[in-house]
């Protein structure tokens, strides 16, 4: 099980976290055929059978995927890919399965944190938290929208795409060209990406943690602001002191362990994220 610090728990209590949810979460998810939504190197491998013909440049994406290298890779796959393919493969992955919520989505909604950001395509955690219709005490943002400040402010929970959403494929954020795009136009939403990371706690949940964008958001509020609360990111044991170490120094994230299951599973992870939601709502008790 994982100890959770007593830090974070008054943090949440608080509502001064926020809960960053990777696809990792996702991939809990089910339909009714009992298929999940694929991992982010499961989704460029299937995208590589489909629109690369040469078996030159599989051999490349394969070696980029390899080495961890994704968003090379999937600027390699989806170079060439016109708007309406990409629409229909990415609605073909995400939207026409019907995946519905996990436990994992119920417990995150049950945590109550007033700001959770994903960089998920999907609308799983949308859907769990009844947030596809308006007026059920959520506002969804993309990184598009200019209203994001506004909703922090607001009474309402807020969910930030930052990434995008399946609604809109032609504004996911896939390749490396797209990340550089998104901070060329979109400048307004680092900043108060910059400034949400900076004044709260975050607690990072199935993200791997290798994704630039949050590294580099991750890194400019270490080096602007440095705290000695740190952020927290969950991640299956196995890395090196080394590399935690780093991660600690470079972004102030310290990394809260737990062992697979016999079966590779995730069960430990489940089992206490429960108890983080127990200890929660024990505290706000106390505090009313």
């Known amino acids: 099980m994982i100890e959770w610090p007593k830090s974070l728990i008054?943090?949440?209590a608080f509502k001064r976290a926020i809960i960053f949810i990777g696809s990792g979460v996702s991939a809990s998810s089910q339909n009714d055929e009992g298929n999940s939504p694929p991992t982010w190197k499961l989704l460029l491998q299937n995208a590589?059978?489909?629109f690369l013909r040469e078996e030159a440049d599989k051999r490349v994406v394969e070696n980029l995927i390899e080495k961890d290298l994704l968003l090379d890779a999937a600027e390699v796959v989806f170079?060439?890919?016109p708007q309406?393919?990409?629409r229909r493969f990415f609605r073909s992955v995400f939207a026409e399965p019907r995946f519905g919520p996990s436990e994992y989505h119920s417990i995150i909604q049950g945590i109550d944190p007033k700001i959770t950001i994903t960089t998920n395509y999907d609308q799983l955690y949308e859907q769990q938290c009844g947030a596809l219709v308006a007026g059920q005490g959520y506002a969804v943002r993309k990184y598009t929208d200019n209203k994001i400040l506004n909703d922090v402010r607001s009474k309402d929970n807020l969910i930030i795409k930052a990434h995008g959403c399946i609604t809109d494929t032609e504004d996911l954020i896939i390749t490396r060209s797209d990340y550089?795009?998104?901070k060329r136009e979109h400048s307004q939403f680092y900043?108060?990406?910059?400034?949400?990371?900076?004044?709260?706690t975050v607690l990072f949940l199935g993200c791997s943690m290798g994704d630039p964008d949050i590294q580099l958001i991750l890194e400019n509020t270490n080096i602007a602001a440095h705290s000695d609360h740190p952020h927290y990111a969950v991640l299956p044991v196995g890395r090196h002191r080394a590399l935690k170490r780093a991660m600690e120094?470079?972004?102030n994230i310290r990394v809260l362990e737990y062992e697979r299951d016999h079966d590779g599973g995730h069960g430990i992870l489940l089992d206490?994220?429960?108890?983080?939601?127990?200890?929660?709502d024990s505290l706000v008790l106390k505090l009313r």
């Open 10 to 12: 008054e943090e949440i």
């Open 48 to 50: 590589t059978e489909q």
């Open 79 to 81: 170079d060439e890919v």
């Open 84 to 86: 309406p393919e990409r």
């Open 180 to 182: 550089f795009r998104i």
């Open 191 to 200: 900043n108060v990406m910059d400034s949400l990371l900076t004044v709260n």
């Open 249 to 251: 120094n470079a972004y």
């Open 272 to 280: 206490s994220l429960k108890a983080l939601k127990e200890e929660v």
